[in-house]
């Protein structure tokens, strides 16, 4: 028998009536939100609490807190419009004249299942994992705005000290190809003064943009002030940019120095963009990993694919891919 210790409890909100799913791995406690979009609402690690939480659980929908999910257009989309194959998706912006963060962030999730893992044989780390999904049909809004029918799945896996979240599209179904990007909106956390944190990001290039939309130009980001290869504090770096070429076989590094705590982002190799925001005057900052450019849709339909990095699932197929957070703290 294994002496791990391992936990899932659901529990009810009296407020919102949504049920909230809290897994829990010896230290490791992770809160799941899957009526605000499958927001992972907590990462909490030997006492200490990695993400921004709100003021009250309805507040979670939306993108402010937690983990929001970008999908199928993460971050901002010219004038809330792009044409594909000869079809146009029309958003409303809600972003000056853009359409900013996707359509999935505020919707309720249908939980499929709570399950615990335990390998007995040792070969794994034992686990806990909520399987969630979100069918695109007709008849919903999300879909009357991205008319393919398909399944998107998330599965949110908690062990010690880590949390990864893979999804899936599924188009095993669909008779159409579809063109996404899908993103995880995480906001960190500043464990102590903002001078004591350090973000190391292993990416190439930076993306020359206008108004928080990239041009499409790749710019080696050794020649940028962004350039974040190595450790840099993250007193007096402002930044709400795009950043290309993540290499997987090397980590995202967010060092808490004087917490005595470092989170590592390990992610698949369709990763491979990532915005970095860091307002002045916020209590957290955003490492946003994306499968696409923000504004792929229109980069791509302008012929500049590299920089776009769109996702197209063909008709018959299915495509995974994950995040994952690994956590170390000094106590």
């Known amino acids: 028998m294994s002496s791990t210790s391992l936990d899932i409890q659901s529990s009810r909100d009296i407020e919102t009536g949504w049920n909230v799913y809290t897994l829990t791995v010896e230290d490791t406690s992770v809160r799941v939100v899957p009526d605000a979009g499958c927001n992972v609402a907590s990462i909490n690690v030997g006492g200490e609490e990695f993400l921004l939480q ?3 659980l309805i507040e979670q929908r939306g993108t402010k807190f937690g983990t929001p999910v970008l999908y199928p257009t993460p971050n901002r989309v ?7 194959e000869g079809k146009d998706y029309r958003f409303t912006p809600n972003k000056g004249p853009n359409f900013i963060h996707g359509l999935l962030h505020s919707v309720p999730w249908t939980v499929l299942e709570a399950r615990e893992l335990i390998d007995r044989r040792g070969n794994t780390e034992p686990a806990c994992e909520l399987e969630c999904e979100l069918p695109f049909l007709p008849g919903t809004p999300r879909y009357e705005l991205f008319p393919h029918p398909h399944i998107l799945r998330l599965v949110i896996r908690v062990s010690a000290h880590q949390v990864r979240m ?4 599924d188009n095993s179904a669909g008779t159409t190809r579809i063109p996404f990007g899908f993103g995880i909106h995480t906001y960190f956390r500043y464990l102590g003064p903002r001078s004591t944190t350090f973000l190391t990001l292993p990416a190439s290039y930076w993306m020359e943009a206008i108004e928080c939309m990239p041009t499409g130009r790749l710019v080696d980001v050794g020649t940028t002030p962004l350039d974040l290869r190595t450790a840099r504090s993250l007193e007096g770096f402002f930044a709400d940019d795009v950043f290309f070429g993540i290499d997987p076989s090397k980590p995202i590094l967010i060092e808490h120095r004087e917490a005595g705590a470092t989170l590592s982002i390990r ?5 491979t963009h990532a915005v970095v925001f860091s307002p002045d005057g916020k209590p957290a900052f955003c490492v946003e990993n994306q499968t696409c450019s923000t504004d792929a849709h229109n980069l791509y339909a302008n012929e500049l694919t590299r920089a776009a990095h769109l996702q197209i699932v063909e008709p018959g197929d299915t495509h ?8 170390h703290v000094n106590k």
């Open 78 to 84: 010219r004038d809330g419009h792009f044409n594909f």
């Open 320 to 327: 995974s891919g994950h995040v994952e957070y690994q956590i």
């Open 54 to 56: 709100p003021p009250t």
């Open 267 to 271: 992610v698949s190799e369709d990763f």
């Open 166 to 169: 893979t999804y899936t599209v």
